[in-house]
């Protein structure tokens, strides 16, 4: 399998609360659009995921242990 027909990861870009709130709408479009995924941080830790509905798996589930049920979040030991 070449390089050009290698299935590629979504890309998830970080971006802070004070970024997403300057210009919300925009964002928005970039996820209807481009596909887009952004990991919206607030003060330097991940808050919330903005991805396409299609792309949204909510089974996950982080118990208050720390166990998790369900596929990992995108994020799962990941350098932000």
Do not use: C, H, N, W
């Not at 941080?41 to 369900?70: C, H, M, N, S």
């Amino acid at each position: 399998m070449t390089d050009a027909t290698k299935p590629t990861e979504p890309r998830l870009t970080a971006l802070s609360m004070t970024a997403f709130r300057a210009s919300p709408g925009e964002r928005l479009i970039d996820v209807l659009r481009d596909r887009a995924q952004f990991l919206l941080t607030k003060a330097g830790k991940p808050a919330a995921l903005l991805v396409p509905v299609g792309d949204a798996d909510v089974t996950t589930v982080i118990e208050r242990d720390g166990t998790i049920r369900g596929p990992l979040p995108l994020t799962y030991r990941r350098q932000l």
